[in-house]
Structures are given as C-alpha cells and as structure tokens.
C-alpha cells in the first residue's frame, strides 16, 4: 500500500497553541515522522506533505497526495478548545460510507485506551479540505485537545509520543493484516575464510554472479 501521511500546519501556521506555547505543529511532525518509520519498516510505501517546520497549503497537500496515486490519506492534528479542561480523541471522515470507518472506530478506541483519555468517537465532515478534495479514502485523526495543561505536558513527552505513533501505527498496519516490525536485527553469514586474497575475491565474484549483491571481503 502507499500511505500519504499529511502533519498539520507547519511554518509560518503552528495551529493550536497549548498552554505553555507547545505548537501542534511541532506535536503531529514529531508522532507523523514514527509513524512512517513504523510503515516503511513493515515494507508500506509512504508519502509525506512535510518532514521539517515548513508550511504547505491545503491544496498543495490533497493534489501531492492525488498525483501520488496514494491508497490512503491520514491527517495528524491536535485538538483545542475554549474550555481547558477538554480531553479526548477523535477521528473525522467525509461521510459514514467511508471506507475507513472501521479503522476510524478502531483508531478511536485503540488512543482512547492507550492515552486514558475519553473517546469522543468517529465524526463526519464534508467541509474538511484534505477529506474532501482527496481521490483516495481519507481521515483526519484529533490525537487530543493540547489546549489541556495536563494532556500539553504529557506530549511533551517522547516516550508519550511514541506510545501514541505506535497505535496509530499498529491500528493503520492491522487494517492492512500487516504489524508493527519490532526493532531490527541483522545475521550477518560468512561462507569462506582464506589465508589467499584471490581465493577471497573469487569467492566474493561467484557468491555476486548468484545474485548475493551485498557481498564483502573483511581482514581478521
């Protein structure tokens, strides 16, 4: 699958603002850039509208995505509101014939869990730019309201962040029969040790011409 990841705002637009200035921005790159890490590890292929603080439009990200031919559009943000003491998650889509409404639910109620925060459930949109002018199915995730003290310290944490990169990755790789891969380890195999270089090399040539391209030659 081709996933397009889109991190709210960005530049010279930080969106939400939380208490002690923390930017929504900053929030939803730091979660996006784990969670493509945690995609393309699992072999996903994905496409992003940022990778640093730097501003793109709503049109510039539907048509990136468009022209990409992307299966899916996830849009990270943080919620806010007037009344600070607001909390949970919730999922928007463009209508309830989405196909993604089941990832939406699970989405909810998987961070609902994760974070202890109140799911606030799956809400529909027709007025939302990147669900409306995107060709492929499309959903906008609101992690939480960062104009919440308590829930604005707690994303500053990275280990918190992480948490949260890693549901959403999880839920996003199982809709798809796919896992979270755990962290990496190589086997390195040696098939030959020789007191001559030629030998060595010729080794090396035969082991190439089999198709085994990542073929070295070390000094013990």
Not at 68 to 95: M, P, Q, R
Not at 144 to 162: G, Q
């Amino acid at each position: 699958m081709k996933w397009y990841l889109d991190f709210g705002h960005g530049g010279k637009d930080p969106g939400a603002i939380g208490p002690t200035n923390l930017k929504e921005s900053d929030v939803a790159l730091k979660i996006g850039m784990i969670i493509k890490e945690n995609l393309e590890n699992a072999l996903e292929k994905v496409i992003t509208t940022r990778e640093d603080d730097k501003y793109y439009s709503l049109d510039y990200r539907t048509k990136k995505a468009n022209n990409e031919n992307c299966d899916y559009f996830i849009s990270i943000h943080l919620n806010s509101a007037t009344n600070s003491s607001a909390k949970g998650c919730e999922v928007w889509l463009y209508n309830e014939n989405s196909k993604l409404k089941n990832l939406a639910n699970n989405l909810c109620n998987n961070l609902s869990t994760k974070m202890d925060t109140p799911n606030r459930g799956v809400k529909y949109s027709k007025n939302l730019s990147v669900l409306k002018n995107t060709k492929m199915p499309a959903l906008l995730i609101e992690i939480d309201f960062i104009s919440n003290k308590e829930v604005e310290n707690n994303l500053r944490n990275d280990n918190h962040l992480k948490n949260i990169a890693d549901t959403i990755s999880s839920t996003l790789l199982s809709f798809v029969n796919k896992s979270i891969v755990e962290d990496k380890v190589f086997y390195r195999v040696c098939i030959g040790s020789f007191s001559n270089k030629d030998n060595a090399v010729n080794l090396k040539n035969e082991a190439i011409c089999k198709g085994f391209k990542d073929t070295h030659i070390y000094t013990t």
